[in-house]
């Protein structure tokens, strides 16, 4: 059973930081690029970051750059998403995404919520 199951979201404060985790199972974690999606209020799901294989190329969208940082453990089959000098404007339910190297398969956590406010 393919489960990506995502945590560490909550409510923070604008300039802080959090740390998203994505656990996988259920499929060949090396063999799928990983990436973070997020859906704010009123608005479309968005491409946050992303990282490939092989090799652990990263692409970020740009309101996150610079500030945001996506990582993988091969081992641990588990993606994360360090987010700093948060932005109320960063609000959103984020999203785990794997995406099999051909294509064929694509799957979806449930999601975790993100609120920075003060």
């Known amino acids: 059973q393919v489960q990506l199951v995502e945590s560490g979201g909550g409510l923070v404060q604008p300039g802080g930081s959090l740390r998203l985790s994505c656990a996988a199972s259920?499929?060949?974690?090396?063999?799928?690029?990983m990436r973070w999606y997020r859906q704010g209020p009123g608005k479309e799901r968005e491409l946050v970051a992303g990282?490939?294989?092989?090799?652990?190329?990263?692409n970020y969208g740009d309101s996150v750059k610079g500030r945001f940082t996506i990582f993988r453990d091969n081992v641990e089959n588990t993606v994360y998403l360090t987010m700093n000098r948060l932005k109320p404007e960063d609000t959103a339910v984020y999203y785990c995404?794997?995406?099999?190297?051909?294509?064929?398969?694509?799957?979806w956590g449930q999601g975790t919520q993100v609120t920075v406010s003060s």
């Open positions: 995404n794997a995406h099999a190297w051909d294509g064929r398969n694509n799957y």
């Open positions: 259920g499929f060949t974690f090396s063999f799928y690029h």
């Open positions: 990282i490939r294989i092989p090799g652990g190329t990263t």
